[in-house]
């Protein structure tokens, strides 16, 4: 019984040394250093200071806060959620939107979670510490998020692809910013290269289920193949999706998001009926879905982030992402919290801003036609500055 | 030698123990920083200094994370507001939150060490515990006063993890089958269950695409302190009221006895007429009860919502702090309270250096070495082992330590 307890003893103690190198692996090296003496120098700074208005050519200089001037004395913090960082996904682009702020010169922290409790408390954490804009990554911590907004009317929130959910929580509030992005914009250029790459000239879509975050792709999708078709002559079908009717396939369920094998199925489904590149919108389901068109020597439209990066195992069958430029997201929203606009809208990140776009063609660039690069730049500009409006295309 | 060294004695060992872990711990803070490594070679001093700043201003984050920053409680004291109080004494707070699961697993693990069986399940224990409470919180919903849906959804809890005990002890007891293999792999099904229910409609929240439950706003813990932003509930109260029940239990009761009795040496408790199934599936049983009591007061206490993240792994940390503690329950509560500060202090570090909080875990990890191994601190630091007074008799670990 000795042995055994002291076994045990050894195994716990590895478990959670193994648990601390894997983790260690994950995350970058720290970001420095006794940053100290701008945030203590703001926060002993005397009260009677009170820098609201004054003379125009006071010497405050917070008081340049205006156009998208940095304001150095504003905290911008992140909080991930748990074993986010290192995803190559969201949640690295999100650090990669703060590490951004701090080249410019703004004072940054972030926190890491390891389970649900500390949600609300790294939050918490982030406030006392002075945060001025707080963004949240992760579906988990959205409840967290909810509450903090509600309970510190001076901070200003936001959370990465998310609104407010007004049926729930009530009117958006004027310090909650929402990451949205107008996805269909960089789902459209997917759906018109799609057509001009497929040979098959069938192209298939899908669902996880039929939420508006993701009718938005399969909408972006079926109005890129009809601008093709429009300007081409051409008869590319889309299975999957009529926009006009906003009926298609969804994987449904019990278990939409997580279930690689009915991917793979759905894969061979619309395979089946010709179709030899398919834009999947459901999460890990997806991926069985990129896994068997690459066993079928086809293509696959990755969503969120650059998939051909994040799924790099399967980058031969990525023709392309529609993808969201969270940095990008989170460096405005902390411009515009430091320029004085606290929020109480959402960020809508577009091809014309740069909050989406289309992910390069890594492993298939030299397969895509120069013309057909040519046109879909076009087609970005042209979305981009109002010529070509996506509504007109899903009737 | 007075009653206070000779108290102050059994301390010694572990204080070494922890004192070394952040020692070697500042070695991982110097050898990943890389900012300041990288001037050693064009200006060594301002590196070394960097660098030596960079500990000291971490561990002060943490010891401050986990107390409390005497900045703030200096302005609580000056302008004390619901605001700025609730700001100074919300680190202490904080570790009391972080400390009580700890505290409700390792008695869990004490339980069933004392009783001669191994339980690794109180990971499984606890998650499924929480899960429970949350079904039962959710049936009820609209139905009842809150303070019945509280009641109802920790027994659920309770009665759930209890059961989650009662299969490897069964199997055990009944089978043979060893509860280190059965208690490990009903983890993984406990978590795989929580993620199936959570894919229902019935669990899910409306709109949610992700597999996390309703917000369980409708029945809360109460809190002890009425101030804002403060989570510290009644959770952790009962926390240290089990560790008391437990304390009287095994050692107070026939029934209690009759477990350590078969933990020292079945044969013997089976000879002297006691029930040695019996005690292993007792034992399991309620080691699992009290694992989900600690998930119950989490979800409906600090978390509100139950998610497959809902343990930060609190039952594999709570069976290194039930070792740690000889699977004394007075001990557990100490060794849960300075985890729980760890952790707790570790976040402020990381948002406060950018070094990333595993370090903690890291650090967690060394003072569990450490103190599992005494005779490599007292070579250490080369104190005379054999004035050492046996204090530690019933302390597994430390005996071991001193056998070899």
Not at chain 2, 282 to 296: E, N, P, R, V, Y
């Amino acid at each position: 019984m000795q042995v055994s307890s002291r076994l045990i003893a050894l195994g716990a103690a590895s478990a959670i040394l193994i648990a601390a190198c894997s983790g260690g692996s994950a995350t970058t090296a720290p970001t420095t250093a006794p940053s100290t003496a701008p945030s203590t120098a703001a926060s002993s700074a005397p009260e009677s200071m009170a820098p609201e208005s004054g003379a125009p050519g006071s010497a405050a200089p917070s008081a340049e806060a205006s156009g998208g001037a940095v304001n150095t004395d504003w905290k911008a913090c992140v909080a991930f959620d748990t074993g986010g960082l290192g995803d190559k996904g969201f949640n690295d682009l999100a650090k990669k939107g703060l590490d951004d702020a701090k080249a410019l010169g703004y004072d940054t922290a972030y926190s890491e979670a390891q389970g649900a409790t500390d949600y609300a408390a790294n939050i918490q954490r982030l406030i006392d510490e002075g945060c001025k804009t707080i963004v949240t990554v992760g579906f988990n911590q959205a409840q967290a998020t909810v509450d903090a907004t509600l309970a510190n009317p001076d901070i200003s929130f936001a959370q990465v692809d998310a609104t407010w959910d007004e049926a729930t929580n009530g009117k958006t509030p004027a310090n909650f910013t929402g990451l949205d992005f107008q996805i269909d914009e960089a789902a459209t250029l997917a759906g018109y290269v799609a057509a001009g790459f497929s040979q098959s000239k069938v192209i298939g879509t899908y669902g996880g289920q039929q939420f508006p975050g993701v009718t938005r792709f399969m909408d972006g999708y079926y109005a890129g193949i009809k601008i093709y078709n429009e300007k081409k002559g051409a008869t590319v079908k889309l299975l999957g999706w009529d926009a006009a009717k906003q009926t298609g396939t969804f994987v449904g369920g019990d278990n939409p998001w997580g279930d690689p094998a009915k991917g793979e199925q759905l894969a061979k489904t619309f395979e089946d009926q010709g179709a030899d590149i398919v834009g999947p919108v459901a999460g890990a389901t997806g991926n069985g879905t990129i896994k068997a068109m690459l066993a079928a020597n086809k293509w696959a439209i990755g969503v969120d982030t650059d998939q051909a990066l994040s799924l790099a195992e399967y980058s031969k069958a990525i023709l392309t992402s529609a993808q969201k430029v969270i940095d990008v997201a989170v460096l405005e929203t902390i411009k515009k919290n430091s320029g004085g606009d606290t929020g109480g809208e959402n960020f809508e990140g577009t091809l014309a801003n740069g909050g989406v776009t289309l992910a390069p063609y890594h492993d298939l660039d030299s397969q895509v036609p120069a013309d057909l690069k040519a046109e879909v730049d076009q087609l970005k500009a042209d979305i981009a500055s109002g010529t070509i409006k996506i509504a007109d295309y899903l009737k | 030698m007075s009653r206070a060294t000779r108290a102050l004695r059994p301390a010694v060992t572990p204080i070494l123990a922890i004192v070394t872990a952040f020692i070697v711990g500042s070695i991982f803070i110097l050898i990943t920083d890389f900012n300041n490594l990288s001037k050693l070679g064009t200006d060594p001093a301002a590196a070394i200094g960097g660098a030596l700043g960079l500990i000291g201003q971490a561990y002060y984050a943490m010891v401050t994370g986990a107390l409390g920053d005497p900045d703030k409680v200096g302005t609580a004291i000056t302008s004390p507001t619901a605001r700025s109080v609730a700001t100074a004494i919300r680190p202490l707070t904080e570790t009391l939150v972080a400390a009580s699961p700890l505290i409700f697993c390792g008695l869990a693990v004490a339980i069933s060490f004392r009783s001669g069986v191994f339980n690794i399940g109180v990971e499984g224990q606890y998650v499924l515990g929480a899960f429970g409470a949350t079904v039962v919180a959710i049936l009820l919903k609209d139905t009842v006063p809150a303070a019945v849906i509280l009641v109802a959804a920790t027994i659920g809890g309770v009665l759930t993890g209890a059961l989650w005990g009662f299969i490897p002890g069964f199997l055990k007891a009944k089978a043979g089958a060893h509860e280190v293999i059965t208690t490990i792999m009903l983890n993984y099904v406990a978590a795989q269950v929580v993620l199936f229910g959570l894919r229902s409609d019935f669990l899910r929240k409306a709109g949610s695409s992700e597999p996390i439950s309703k917000v369980l706003d409708f029945v809360r813990v109460p809190v002890l302190i009425p101030l804002p932003a403060l989570r510290l509930h009644w959770g952790f109260v009962l926390a240290l009221a089990m560790a008391v029940v437990v304390s009287w239990f095994l050692f107070k009761t026939t029934k209690g006895f009759e477990l350590r009795a078969s933990g020292f040496n079945m044969h013997a408790a089976r000879y002297a007429g006691m029930s040695a199934t019996g005690s292993i599936i007792l034992a399991m049983t309620l080691s699992g009860g009290l694992a989900a009591l600690g998930g119950s007061m989490a979800v409906l206490g600090d978390v509100t919502q139950m998610s497959n993240d809902i343990s930060t792994g609190v039952g594999f940390t709570a069976i290194a702090l039930a070792l740690l503690a000889g699977n004394r329950p007075l001990g557990i509560v100490v060794a849960s309270l300075l985890f729980g500060a760890l952790s707790n202090g570790g976040h402020l570090m990381g948002i406060k250096t950018g070094i990333p909080a595993d370090l903690i875990i890291f650090i967690e990890a060394l003072v569990i070495m450490f103190v599992a191994a005494p005779g490599l601190i007292r070579w250490l630091y080369r104190f005379d082992a054999t004035r050492m007074p046996k204090r530690f008799d019933d302390n597994a670990a430390a005996k071991e330590g001193s056998a070899a």
